[in-house]
């Protein structure tokens, strides 16, 4: 059997632990270098992998898109993964934490894309008359690594370290909705504020994050589609998740979105 690639050794690595629910070592001591182009060789390997056996991709997800987070990971960009159908909650289900190692939930904005969004002349004007609506939504981020130990490589092989996601049952019409005005409050069971922020906190505005995705995808061969969606950043920080809690976000001016978990989570933290 010929010996596996630095690329293939890290892409099995992660399908190994996804499949045993058991967080694994980092994957970036596998890889050839620390390219943005190598990690993201690993994560188009995995999401192969993953529709060869049936899974839709419905959209994508930005994440690193606050400057603190970027500061930590030592990076100057964000980073996207790829959401699959099967990933979507549907509001008022409860979350299954045994499908997930050590989960953390967030606060964004989905943006429902209107037209495709595609090629080499992309600007601010373009993505913004892609987005067709917007809806609130709760993304369940995961981490297939060990104790979160993990860098810009580490997080973009393991497709951004996506999880699941929860979408608002309504979506707004978006109307040139300047985005950077939304305020986000998340908070417990209990009523407790645990995560508060704004659309300004994604790169400044929502579409700019947009507009990155867009340009990212298409130097990778990639593009958006009419009817994805995209998760275009957490507007707060990330809170820790285990088995029998809730969260609600209330966005102002598009509504609340509400998620509870249930089950048991493999390694939640």
């Not at 293939?8 to 632990?17: I, M, S, V």
Request: charged content about 20%.
């Amino acid at each position: 059997m010929p010996e596996l690639t630095g690329i293939e050794a890290a892409a099995e690595r992660l399908l190994d632990a996804a499949k045993t629910r058991v967080p694994c070592a980092p994957v970036r001591d596998l890889l050839p270098d620390a390219a943005a182009t190598t990690a993201y060789a690993v994560q188009s390997m995995l999401t192969r992998h993953r529709s060869d056996r049936g899974g839709r991709i419905v959209g994508r997800k930005i994440g690193l898109t606050s400057p603190a987070v970027q500061q930590q990971l030592g990076v100057e960009q964000p980073d996207f993964g790829v959401l699959f159908d099967d990933m979507a909650v549907p509001a008022g289900t409860a979350v299954d934490t045994a499908r997930l190692l050590q989960p953390r939930i967030e606060a964004e904005i989905a943006l429902v894309l209107g037209t495709d969004l595609d090629g080499p002349h992309i600007d601010l004007a373009s993505a913004r008359e892609a987005v067709a609506g917007t809806v609130p939504a709760l993304e369940i981020v995961d981490s297939r690594i060990a104790g979160w130990d993990i860098s810009f490589s580490d997080t973009v092989a393991d497709n951004a370290s996506s999880g699941m996601f929860v979408l608002g049952g309504t979506q707004f019409d978006f109307a040139g909705a300047d985005l950077r005005e939304v305020e986000m409050t998340m908070v417990d069971g209990q009523g407790r504020t645990v995560s508060s922020g704004s659309g300004a906190a994604c790169l400044g505005d929502p579409l700019n994050a947009l507009l990155w995705l867009a340009r990212t995808c298409y130097e990778l061969g990639m593009s958006l589609r009419s009817g994805e969606i995209v998760l275009s950043g957490a507007l707060g920080p990330m809170v820790p998740v285990s088995a029998g809690t809730s969260f609600s976000a209330t966005l102002s001016g598009l509504g609340t979105v509400t998620a509870e978990f249930s089950g048991n989570a493999g390694g939640a933290t």
